[in-house]
């Protein structure tokens, strides 16, 4: 059986080659994640672990309409107006990542719920998630709506302009830029 516990700068790159295996090289930095445990009161970090090996991870992130509005860009609007409001704080469920050797066995799935239930301890009174579609299939679709969470919109080459600054290569796509749909889910 494998546990659900908080991050610490000791598995830090392990996250990395986690990430770098299943979404691609330089999606997630060390620069980033200690910004992520140093920032306790803004992120949520999980990890799924099993005899001190490392299977997956989750971030989660409290935003107001300001920071998401930064976030999207111009893809702001495709929201439902239903889903904003300034006085709404957002848990965002950023990343969820389990290694493809336990994949399909409900670890991102109890990944995703112990981020949900920070999140909402930290007043989050809506969650917002953003999924993958390859091939036109969403990678986490079922799992997100278990939770709760509709399918709000769709945003093709989300992270192309990010990709490139970053210069980080997709899993799919490989070489920036990165032209995959974001499918973004909120409830």
């Given amino acids: 059986m494998y546990s659900i516990v908080n991050i610490d700068k000791n598995q830090i790159?392990?996250?990395?080659?986690?990430?770098?295996?299943?979404?691609?090289?330089g999606f997630i930095s060390k620069v980033q994640l200690n910004h992520y445990i140093n920032s306790k009161k803004?992120?949520?970090?999980?990890?799924?672990?099993?005899?001190?090996?490392?299977?997956?991870?989750?971030?989660?992130?409290?935003?107001?309409?300001?920071?998401?509005?930064?976030?999207?860009?111009?893809?702001?609007e495709r929201l439902p107006n239903s889903f904003l409001n300034n006085h709404f704080i957002y848990g965002q469920i950023k990343t969820i990542v389990v290694n493809s050797n336990y994949q399909l066995l409900g670890i991102g799935t109890a990944l995703c719920e112990s981020t949900?239930?920070?999140?909402?301890?930290?007043?989050?009174?809506?969650?917002?998630?953003?999924?993958?579609?390859?091939?036109?299939?969403?990678?986490?679709?079922?799992m997100l709506q278990k939770f709760g969470l509709k399918h709000l919109c769709e945003i093709p080459f989300f992270w192309k302009d990010e990709s490139i600054k970053e210069k980080y290569n997709c899993k799919v796509c490989g070489l920036p830029p990165c032209i995959c749909t974001a499918v973004i889910y909120g409830g």
């Avoid at 949900?116 to 079922?142: E, H, M």
């Fill in 116 to 142: 949900i239930i920070d999140l909402k301890k930290l007043d989050a009174n809506k969650l917002i998630a953003t999924a993958w579609k390859q091939n036109n299939k969403v990678n986490s679709a079922k």
């Fill in 13 to 25: 790159d392990q996250i990395i080659e986690i990430s770098n295996n299943e979404l691609g090289e």
């Fill in 42 to 76: 803004k992120y949520i970090c999980k990890l799924a672990i099993k005899d001190n090996m490392l299977l997956g991870f989750s971030i989660g992130i409290i935003v107001d309409s300001k920071y998401l509005k930064l976030l999207m860009g111009k893809d702001f």
